[in-house]
């Protein structure tokens, strides 16, 4: 896509202001993916982040990783789409499962997307809706910003390695 491919046709599409950005999906890292985000040719990435699939943008200190996919598109000035933010609902029925009293006492759905939306590099978490309260709950996490933790703060309290 990049040499020799259509990429040239939909920048010449962008340059005649039939299209306004520019931008690829992929399910995670991969190689292909850092190296498309390299060409500096793309306005934007979607991508999957959730709390189970954190690769993309996972934290290592106070700070995300400058090599993770989020932080590689950050530093082109790319926007950041993320898909499955809901754990395509892997996340809540696990919980069902295993601790079934818990599961009711939290709204894991609204977790989930606050979760998400934490991620200083997330511009954009893409969710399904399948019913009014379901987009007035998603609205209300965005709106009231509840859910939302400090990432760096919360890596400063559980680190994944022990401090050197």
Known sequence: IVEGGCLDAYEQLRAEGK???LGFTSEGPNGAVEKLIQTGRFDAIMICFNLIYQSTGAYRSREPSPAT?????RGQQMGTVTMRTMTSDIFQRWIRQVAPD???????SAAL?????SHPQVDVAVVGMRSE??????????????????MAALHDEFPTRPPV
């Open 113 to 117: 997307l606050g979760f998400n939306l």
């Open 19 to 21: 299209v306004r950005y």
């Open 102 to 108: 818990v599961a009711s006492q939290v709204d894991w």
């Open 69 to 73: 996919t989020l932080s590689l598109a």
């Open 133 to 150: 309260a379901e987009v007035d709950r998603n609205a209300d996490v965005v709106d009231r910003g509840l859910h939302r933790v400090d």
